[in-house]
């Protein structure tokens, strides 16, 4: 089992940063992909960025790229995901997830049923 704990989540005015981390336990080895997902109110889950623990290589959805960083530490069994120039459009629950395939499609479809684990969220407000 793998357990993702969430935090970092807070308001912040559009044009700001937050940094989000995500804590992992348990059979983490057996993770080959991890990523963050967010849900706005009345909206489907979608794929932020993801990124294959094995060798590093990143994915971002377009609305995100050039703002969003994705990156892990895994020596402190860390996923974190940096954001600036934070829109209002970010508003959402952000989610880790963790995933056990390494078929690097997962990262770039960024697809929630590919992924096996996930945290309880966190909330990113982001006023105009």
């Known amino acids: 089992q793998v357990q993702l704990v969430e935090s970092g989540g807070g308001s912040v005015q559009a044009g700001g940063s937050l940094n989000l981390t995500c804590a992992t336990f348990g059979y983490t080895y057996s993770t080959n992909f991890m990523g963050w997902f967010r849900q706005a109110p009345g909206k489907e889950r979608e794929g932020v960025a993801t990124?294959?623990?094995?060798?590093?290589?990143?994915y971002y959805a377009d609305s995100v790229k050039g703002r969003f960083t994705i990156s892990q530490d895994s020596a402190q069994h860390a996923l974190y995901l940096h954001m600036n120039s934070l829109r209002p459009e970010d508003t959402a629950v952000y989610y880790c997830?963790?995933?056990?395939?390494?078929?690097?499609?997962?990262?770039?479809?960024?697809?929630?049923?590919?992924?096996?684990?996930w945290g309880q969220g966190t909330q990113v407000t982001v006023s105009s």
């Open positions: 990124i294959y623990t094995r060798g590093g290589n990143t």
């Open positions: 997830a963790a995933a056990g395939s390494d078929n690097l499609w997962i990262g770039y479809s960024m697809q929630s049923a590919d992924f096996q684990y």
